[in-house]
């Protein structure tokens, strides 16, 4: 398995959207029991941006997204979507090591559905709840000194230009 994370393309909005729908409709009907194709496409074509977000690769096949997105001092991870295939297979954990290490020295926040499967994964990379409204959870994980370059669970992670091996 080898990860890489290319740049997005302006095209690449729909395949967020598509994504999107697949990864989170059943968590959104869940949270706020509804589910609205056309909001959550126009949610996604209102965010969208292919100079932050890139898209996730396992091998030569697409398999996620991810969105960094600069705010002030602080970094939001934002569209984190992962294929089904590709979930519970250390994809996720990889990507955020690629990631986290590239923008170390800021903190970064996300917000994430109550009781989303995804909030473990957050937590056992140093992110922590700072808010919570019933639907919406908001974490941040606090920068750390650019030299605390091992990965959260002691797994060892080699990332050269976006690729992890």
């Known amino acids: 398995m080898v990860i890489t994370l290319i ?4 095209g690449d909005v729909d395949y967020v959207i598509d994504l ?4 989170l409709r059943a968590d959104l009907e ?3 029991g509804a589910w609205s194709p056309s909001r959550s496409a126009q949610r996604v074509r209102d965010h969208f941006s ?4 890139r898209i996730v690769r396992d091998d030569d096949e697409r ?3 991810i969105t960094m997105r600069p705010e002030g001092g602080a970094v939001w991870l934002e569209m984190f979507y992962l294929e ?9 954990s990889a990507v955020l090591e690629i990631v986290l290490a590239e923008v170390a020295d800021r903190d970064v926040q996300l917000q994430v559905l109550d009781g989303s499967r995804a909030r473990p994964l957050y937590e056992r990379h140093g992110f922590v709840l700072v808010s919570a409204d019933g ?3 908001i974490l941040v994980r606090s920068a750390r000194p650019a030299d ?4 959260h669970g002691g797994e060892t992670v080699h990332a050269r230009a976006g690729v992890l091996e």
């Open 148 to 151: 605390a370059g091992q990965p």
């Open 84 to 92: 089904p295939v590709a979930q519970g297979r250390g994809i996720g």
């Open 50 to 53: 292919p100079a932050w977000t």
């Open 63 to 65: 398999v996620g997204t």
């Open 20 to 23: 999107k729908a697949t990864v």
């Open 30 to 32: 869940r949270a706020v």
């Open 135 to 137: 639907v919406d959870d």
């Open 7 to 10: 740049p997005a393309a302006p």
